[in-house]
């Protein structure tokens, strides 16, 4: 494509972005307004269905058997773009991640890229991924075939601050339980053996390692049952902990440290332990240089601002199972602000900064970003196929 025609393609992108703003706005609050966390995303997954639907989307709804996922596809180009859209929303907190914008400005993508599918060789898909916060919704898509053939993955993640390149952390999820004896604890305490007290020797032990951890490591979880009565000592105890590390493998050394201190919980109080994962652990972010190059120039053009990297830094301590979408295609998954600061994502003045006028900013521009970068990359694998002889772009 000359830059001319380029230029023209993205004009248009932008024009429909904005006819549709009112749809994807309205679609953005009805998603905040009725958080659903992960894998009862019910409503979320068929308001997006039928969006995509009505603008002309081929859609499989309970896609490749999980009742919350979709695939609405159009055109047939040997390109195959996937715009994801994720919309779990987290558990006491609602729409905390934005998720909702998530969404809506996937659903904003697909409507700009509809009219240009053909004359950009794409086939055009747009992926309701269900359980991103907790479940790892992508792990098992792509454990069931999906995401295989993209040439390129892409969403925008809403933050505080705009982000371009990602790295998000490697994660993993577990479910701590211990088990112990019960006993009257005024009669007979010794009798029992005290499941709570595992628990505290592990986190003892837990707030020690990290004083010998790599800085950019974590380690954090919560006790969320501790026993049933305060006369009676506790026989059943549990807990939900994650681990993060820069890479799976760093990730899986972490986790024999800090599994042995959960081990020292059940040793020191006689307690059994069992650790069980919670889903797949969640890979390190890898990169495509390419298309974050253009979606880097597109956001400048629009006149977003990218954070300094002090700031910057801080998004990229978290993690997404589009980590492992990103080590089977190229992905990007920048980060896009709604002016949230000081509060971030995972805090309920974020779930309030999702919806508002610099929510609704953030949500079109994602839009047009998606497609503008949509748009760069399909001219350059035209051009790239054209001197190589091998089609007409
Ligand atoms: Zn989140
Ligand atoms: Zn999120």
């Known amino acids: 494509m000359s830059d001319l025609r380029i230029e023209d393609a ?14 994807l706005i309205a679609l953005s609050e009805r998603l905040h307004a009725n958080p659903e966390t992960a894998w009862q995303e019910h409503q979320a997954a068929a308001w997006v269905a039928t969006a995509l639907e009505d603008a002309g989307f081929a859609v499989q709804r309970a896609y490749l058997g999980f009742a919350t996922a979709i695939l609405a596809e159009y055109g047939t180009g040997p390109l195959k773009i996937g715009i994801m859209a994720e919309y779990d929303a987290l558990p006491g907190l609602g729409h905390a991640c934005g998720h909702n914008l998530i969404a809506a400005s996937a659903v904003g993508a697909g409507l700009a890229l509809l ?11 747009v992926y309701g991924t269900p359980a991103e916060e907790g479940g790892g919704g992508k792990i098992e898509l792509i454990e069931a075939g999906a995401f295989a053939d ?31 004896v019960s006993a009257h604890a005024a009669a007979y305490p010794d009798e029992g053996v005290n499941a709570n007290d595992a628990f505290l020797i592990a986190q003892l032990a837990l707030g020690l390692l990290r004083q010998q951890l790599p800085a950019d490591t974590r380690v954090h979880g919560i006790q969320t049952v501790g026993g ?30 800090v599994n042995r201190c959960f081990e020292a919980g059940a040793l020191a109080s006689g307690s059994t332990l069992r650790i069980e994962p919670e889903s797949k652990p969640y890979a390190e972010f890898r990169t495509d240089e390419q298309a974050l190059a253009a979606y880097t120039a597109n956001a400048i053009a629009r006149g977003r601002v990218f954070a300094d990297p002090s700031t910057a830094g801080r998004m990229n301590r978290a993690s997404t199972d589009m ?12 980060y896009i602000g709604v002016d949230s600061l000081p509060f ?4 309920k003045e974020f779930a309030a900064a999702c919806v508002g006028p610099a929510a609704e900013r953030a949500l079109v521009d994602a839009s047009v970003l998606i497609a503008w970068t949509v748009i760069d990359v399909a001219s350059a694998a035209a051009s790239a196929s054209r001197s190589d002889g091998l089609g007409e772009g």
């Not at 980590?323 to 920048?334: D, E, F, K, T």
């Open 228 to 257: 049933f009565a305060p006369n009676a000592i506790p026989e059943h105890t549990e807990g939900r902990w994650y681990v993060r590390a820069n890479t799976l493998e760093e990730l899986h050394r972490l986790e024999e440290r």
């Open 344 to 347: 971030a994502n995972h805090q």
């Open 150 to 180: 993209l040439d390129l993955a892409i969403m925008v993640h809403p933050a505080p601050v705009d982000v371009a390149e990602a790295r998000p952390f490697a994660v993993s999820h577990s479910h701590i339980t211990y088990e112990g």
């Open 115 to 125: 009219p240009l599918a053909e004359e950009l060789g794409v086939t055009v898909r």
């Open 10 to 23: 993205k004009r248009r992108a932008d024009e429909r972005v904005s006819e549709a703003a009112p749809s």
């Open 323 to 334: 980590g492992n979408v990103s080590q089977l295609v190229p992905a990007i998954h920048p």
